[in-house]
DNA sequence: TTCACGTTTTAACTTAGGTTAATTTCAGCC
DNA sequence: GGCTGAAATTAACCTAAGTTAAAACGTGAA
């Protein structure tokens, strides 16, 4: 069975509007979510009140905080939809005991994890290698739907910088 | 089995010095390691000449170049032991086969990459939310070992700074 | 249409960190 | 003990990005 039939078969539909959380920072969380509709934004609050923007999470995607559910710790980061969405979801701990007997389950499991791995691995390279224009061209290029149905500000917190920063680099790249 | 297990029953033991390379960005690359002695330092070669520290990997952990192993590409970075090493080398294709029989392996392959995957996490959270001479003290608690077998240039290029940098924020957190 | 409110831009000033280069420190070696 | 070369520090100057605040722009509700 793949995870996404396996979330049809065992996973509760969940709906939400825009603007409201899917879980919040702080909160526990046992849950791992399918998204069939919807934008999601993932982010951490700083203690000065400062928002950083950790990911965004679109249809076709997995959702979940992976230290909250595997360490059964609080969440690390806040899940907001940004759009009007749908998710299927289940419980982290229930999947994890089927692909214990299912090993195309299992299979499915370490794709999904490699390539988390994989897209963080990137995340990492890009703040690591990359100066903020570059990492402002490279989003604009590879997720040109990203700078629609996302605030200039969001951006720029996901990229790592103010927004002031962000209108100043449009303007310098033009 | 385990993966340690694994390994010792199909591995082959690989020697290196210090300043030696086990795999260079740009080659091709199929293995998965284990060290046994010694500590690694990945980095990225910018076209430049600048050099990056990806990650520093000691004794009892698993190296390998996902994007490579994975996706049959070039690999991303390279790959240097920074002591006299000893590793346990196989091949990641058959380990993979080999997981589709073997429950207790696709498990702890799974722990190994939920494991990778909040390490890049932790990384990605330190470069968005943390200024440098946060990262610097952070790592110094958290890791003091580190501090003592790496030099300063390569910490710093770890953090993401320049060794100057780094000797100015050490000068001012006294 | 207009008002209100959130988003984006612009400007002025500050700060963290980069760059280059000179100097000091230190470890290994003769 | 003195020499060598790498590593680390210091200094002077430069640039990218942060901060604060004001102005301009857009959009949806009344």
């Known amino acids: 069975m793949d995870i996404k039939q396996y979330i049809k078969n065992h996973g509760r539909i969940v ?10 920072q702080g909160e526990l969380e046992d849950a791992l979510y399918w998204v069939n509709q919807g934008l999601f934004k993932a982010y951490y609050l700083q203690p000065d009140g ?10 076709q995607n997995m959702i979940t905080n992976l230290s909250a559910v595997v360490g059964r710790q609080a969440c690390t980061f806040s ?8 998710l ?36 990492e390279y890009e703040f690591l290698c990359l100066d903020a224009t570059t990492r402002y061209l490279q989003l604009k290029a590879e997720r ?6 996302v605030t200039q500000n969001d951006i720029a917190r996901y990229l790592g910088i103010t927004p002031v920063a962000l209108s100043r680099i449009k303007h310098a790249s033009r």
Do not use: W, Y
Request: net charge neutral; proline share 3%; charged share 35%.
């Open 88 to 123: 299927a979801k289940v419980r982290f701990d229930t999947l994890f005991e089927h692909t214990l007997n299912d090993l195309e389950l299992s299979r499915f499991m370490l794709d999904a994890l490699i390539q988390l791995a994989q897209k963080k691995e990137r995340r």
């Open 50 to 59: 400062k928002e950083l923007v950790k990911s965004f999470i679109a249809e």
């Open 79 to 86: 899940l907001v939809a940004l759009e009007p969405a749908e």
């Open 15 to 24: 709906q939400l509007d825009a603007g409201a959380h899917l879980f919040r």
């Open 144 to 149: 040109p739907d990203l700078l629609r149905r």
